[in-house]
Every structure is written in C-alpha cells, then in structure tokens.
C-alpha cells in the first residue's frame, strides 16, 4: 500500500499504517472502489524515541467521545484551547513549545520532538493523505493535564467508559494512562 502518511503516524507494531478504528474495528481505507474515503484521527503519546500509546479512531468514533463530554466540559475545553491557540500566534510561534500546531506537508517529527519531554500528537487522515484543513498537533504534558482539568469529574468517568476498548495498555504505564488521556479535539 502506498501512502503518504509519515513513519511517525504509522503503527509502531506493525510499522504500517492504521488499518482499523483502534474502537470499533472498521476499516480506515476503502474497501471497494465506490466506499467513500473515511476520515480518521491518529494520536500517539509519545516520550521522545518511545510510544506510551496510540490509537486510530475514525471520525465517527471521535463524535461519540465528545458527544461523551458534557456541554460544559466541551465548552472549558475548547475555550481553554482558544486562549492557548491566541497565545501561540502573539507569541508567533509554539508557546514555550507547549502546543504546535503544524501544517501537515511541513511536519517532521524530529524537528519538534527534541522540544518536548512527553507529548500527545494528533493528525486527522483521508484514507492514505492528510485530511484537508486539520493542522498536526502537539500538546506537552502539561497543558494536557490542564486540558483535562476543564473536563467535569462526570465527563472524565463518561471518558473512561469509551477509552475501555483500550485494555493493552502495559500495567507500568497504566497509572501514567489514567492521568493523561487522549484528548479529542
Ligand atoms: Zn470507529
């Protein structure tokens, strides 16, 4: 299969590309010549030179995780990140390298990993491409534990039932897992 998707967003086990919604198992590319190309999001937490855990969620399984969220929670989110996303541009660059947001032909993993301890990144794709007009993200460790604390204690537990899918986390990481979840966003 050939694809433009970079290594850094490819299966670490496998070293291919996601083939399946890590959630409900459907297929990410086409099956036929006539299904329509599903979109989906990749996000991998990664320590530089090691993955903590990745997953592939098409686009409908992205909608149920923030139909899991309450208003509220989503409300706190999304201005939290409004105000992160405005800092970064007045500050005309990734604010103290905490979040970039990276136009995906111009992502190269190794020229933001040395920026960071331990971060989540996320990409949307269209079957073997990038999806139009969704940046390359990376969140530092830190501003994803002040993303989740705009999250209700209701909306982390509705979270928590939708991550159940993922049971392959090592037990080492797991306490580590249970305070940095994917964000959907
Ligand atoms: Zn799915």
């Not at 850094?8 to 291919?16: S, Y």
């Not at 036929?32 to 990745?54: F, R, S």
């Not at 920026?115 to 969704?134: D, S, V």
Request: proline content about 5%; glycine content about 4%; charged content about 30%.
């Amino acid at each position: 299969m050939k694809t433009s998707i970079p290594d850094a967003f490819k299966n670490t086990v496998t070293e291919e590309e996601f083939k399946f919604c890590s959630r409900c198992e459907k297929p990410l590319f086409k099956q036929n010549e006539d299904d329509e190309e599903v979109v989906y999001m990749i996000e991998k937490c990664v320590i530089p030179g090691d993955i903590i855990y990745e997953l592939a969620l098409c686009l409908t399984c992205v909608e149920k995780a923030q139909n899991a969220m309450s208003e509220e929670s989503k409300e706190n989110m999304q201005q939290f990140m409004q105000n992160k996303v405005v800092e970064t541009l007045e500050n005309d660059g990734p604010i103290n390298g905490l979040i970039d947001m990276i136009d995906p032909n111009e992502f190269k993993l190794s020229e933001i990993e040395g920026n960071y301890k331990r971060f989540n990144l996320m990409g949307y794709f269209r079957g073997g491409e990038f999806a139009e007009k969704f940046p390359v993200v990376c969140i530092s460790e830190d501003i994803m534990a002040q993303l989740q604390e705009q999250l209700s204690k209701k909306t982390k537990e509705d979270l928590d039932d939708f991550m159940d899918f993922m049971n392959d986390i090592p037990p080492e990481f797991s306490e580590l897992f249970d305070k940095r979840k994917p964000v959907f966003i």
